[in-house]
């Protein structure tokens, strides 16, 4: 198919220089039925229309296993029905339930229930350290929390003290556990359990308003304390109709109740909400991801999904999975791989987006059933995308890649890629629901009146507010309704948006240049020698120093480590200077590939194996440095790496 995004934003008379969508003539409000209000409605309606379809399903002995609508309806009722009870007996007005965990069938069934009996959602992020999932608790009171299993909640259980978790009264085990243990000041059941109070007290669920808040996410963001992020049934409706509007009725794609979602990614974040919400409204089904990454793949390939949301780090993996299993093929098959990429690439960038060649058919159709081969979309979001990897993705799957950018404060999708787009270095124009523009940034420089500046948003996909913080609610989205990311973004002749710095994350060096860590952060991360890096800085020195977390397969591959394998522990081969000076090498060449200007490279490293991981604090939920507690965590390594470069 040939693509033609001549614009993906149209300008807006007036001195903003506003821009919005043009796959709509106005921003949308809502779901184009005009009637689906809320999450509950989204629920209701699929079932009306096909009670006995498959929804949520998880991964039973190898294969899904099934709720079907009308199974999932009755679920979250009889469990609605309980946490009103148990609310009464409690005496209890506060409406926020917690969740902690993986999601599984009865995590999505509890859910719906919080929603369809007009109370809100707390998720607990299951990679969160537990004094993070405390503080959130103690600060939104909460009362009764469902978790994954006894495990969890006996880590609650152990950080009730007199002064923490004094609110927390109930705790419902969702799997199948067997022996819970006794605690004096809270009732622990299980989900059967719980369930036989619902059925004792049934009463209809409590239909929710467009403006109740549907879930709190927390994101801690960079700095460290959790943020509370309301986000309203009417706000979540608006995003998700966003992608409706541009994938269904701006392109004539078609989704129904023949379609399938692969659920990965953890409700706890925005995004996997906006994508299930979408699933149920296209009247689909949703297939549960079952935690073990091992088994990724065959998971995905049993399902055969047609929707797939990804973040990019697991993209960069497939990419190299896929690449190093051709490095073990045959002379002739390597060359047809690689003729087959060139040929593809230059159709891309020639505007041609399609499906039906000969390459498709011979080389790239296993690729496509590595994912089911019935895929017809992948989505990501998050962080960038290079643009090796995004090329490759919109051919080799055999489906477009659709990408989106925004916050959790915009519903994550404030833009979005058009679906048959073949240009690189834009996160798309407006989403249907958004406007968007661009403020003067005086300090660095970047100008609306040049298309520069900080990205902001502004429409019905909006947060309502940080929970219990209207100071920070106000600093972030102004008196006329902007919500400002701290985002720097361009625009493109195209229309389309390009983000291109941060506010605030510049730091300087001692020679007056600034550099933007997080844009070099994006550039390493992707190289295939290491998994995550956090680059640094020191205004009393003139370069940048890195804490690269290595690959290990790939660093045993490097030749210098090739000869010390197996004489010397890893641990010692990672401090020699000639191993350092190897990685540095090899890491500044990628970068200086991608882009990077001699100023951006980094002049020492300190090589580890330990993970940035949500348990450490080391990033955010959503895998963004926190910069502020790395710099702390790795001050002595950082001191070591300056003083064993001793010019400035």
């Known amino acids: ?275 299930q919400t979408l699933a149920i409204y296209f009247g689909g089904r949703i297939g549960i991801y079952d935690g073990n990454t091992a088994t990724l793949i065959p998971q995905i390939q049993k399902l055969q999904p047609t929707i797939v949301s990804l973040v990019p780090r697991l993209l960069n993996k497939l990419y190299e999975a896929v690449h190093n299993g051709v490095a073990k093929k045959g002379f002739i098959a390597r060359k047809l791989f690689e003729y087959a990429k060139r040929t593809k690439t230059r159709q891309l960038q020639n505007g041609v987006l399609r499906y039906d060649t000969f390459f498709d058919k011979i080389v790239f159709k296993k690729l496509k059933l590595m994912l089911g081969g019935k895929i017809k979309v992948l989505t990501t979001g998050g962080a960038p995308v290079t643009k090796e990897v995004k090329t490759f993705t919109r051919y080799a799957y055999g489906c477009p890649l659709v990408e989106g950018y925004g916050q959790t404060e915009c519903s994550a999708a404030g833009t979005l890629t058009l679906p048959w787009d073949t240009t690189y270095g834009n996160v798309g124009g407006p989403a249907p629901w958004s406007q968007v523009k661009l403020v003067d940034v005086v300090e660095k420089n970047y100008m609306a009146v040049n298309d520069e500046g900080e990205v902001c948003f502004r429409g019905a996909a909006l947060m309502t507010g ?112 000639e191993v350092k000076n190897a990685v540095i090498a090899e890491l500044n060449k990628y970068a200086k590939e991608n882009g990077l200007q001699t100023i951006e490279l980094i002049r020492n490293v300190h090589l580890t194996l330990q993970e940035f991981s949500e348990e450490n604090g080391l990033v955010t939920s959503t895998l963004k440095n926190r910069r502020k507690i790395l710099e702390d965590y790795f001050a002595p390594q950082i001191a070591k790496m300056y003083k064993e470069i001793e010019s400035l």
């Not at 949308?28 to 699929?46: A, E, F, H, Y």
């Not at 106000?474 to 291109?500: C, F, N, R, V, Y």
């Not at 290990?552 to 200077?577: N, S, T, W």
Request: aromatic share 8%; proline share 5%; charged share 20%.
């Open 1 to 275: 198919m040939l693509a033609h995004p001549e614009q993906f934003s149209r300008l807006i008379d007036g001195p903003e220089r506003i821009r919005e969508s043009v796959q709509v003539s106005k921003p949308i409000t809502g779901c184009p039925d005009g009637i689906t209000k809320t999450v509950w409605d989204v629920l209701t309606r699929s079932a009306q229309l096909n009670p006995n379809g498959p929804l949520f399903g998880e991964n039973v002995n190898g294969r899904h296993v099934f709720t079907t609508y009308r199974e999932a309806i009755e679920e979250a009722t009889i469990i609605g029905s309980g946490i009103l009870a148990t609310m009464q007996k409690l005496h209890s007005t506060n409406k926020l339930i917690g969740i902690a965990g993986i999601h599984s069938r009865n995590y999505m069934h509890t859910m719906h229930a919080i929603s369809g009996f007009d109370l809100t959602t707390v998720p607990l992020y299951h990679q969160s350290k537990l004094e993070t999932l405390c503080d959130i608790i103690d600060n939104c009171k909460l009362e009764i929390i469902f978790c994954e299993n006894a495990s969890r909640a006996e880590g609650f259980l152990s950080s009730k003290t007199p002064e923490r978790l004094q609110t927390l009264k109930t705790l419902i085990i969702l799997d199948k556990t067997t022996t819970l243990q006794k605690h004096d000041d809270v009732e622990i059941m299980s989900l059967d359990e719980f369930k036989e109070i619902g059925k004792k007290n049934k009463r209809n669920p409590v239909k929710p308003k467009p403006e109740t808040i549907y879930v709190i996410c927390h994101t801690s963001g960079t700095t460290g304390r959790p943020k509370g992020v309301e986000m309203s049934h009417g706000s979540l409706l608006a995003a998700v109709s966003g992608i409706f509007t541009s994938w269904t009725i701006a392109y004539k794609w078609k989704f129904g109740q023949e379609d399938t979602y692969f659920s990965f990614l953890s409700l706890a974040h925005i995004y996997e909400h906006l994508m």
């Open 466 to 577: 940080y929970f219990q913080d209207p100071e920070l609610t106000a600093k972030t989205i102004d008196s006329e309704g902007w919500l400002h990311t701290g985002d720097i973004g361009k625009w493109l002749p195209t229309g389309a948006l390009q983000i291109i710095d941060r506010k605030n994350e510049m730091f300087k060096l001692c020679q007056g240049d600034f550099v933007s860590p997080i844009q070099i952060e994006a550039i390493y991360a992707n190289s295939p020698l290491i998994t995550q890096i956090y680059v640094t800085g020191n205004t009393e020195r003139s370069f940048l120093v890195g804490i690269v977390v290595l690959d290990l397969p790939r660093f045993k591959q490097l030749p210098v480590v090739k000869a010390l394998d197996g004489k010397e522990g890893i641990e010692v081969i990672m401090e020699k200077k």
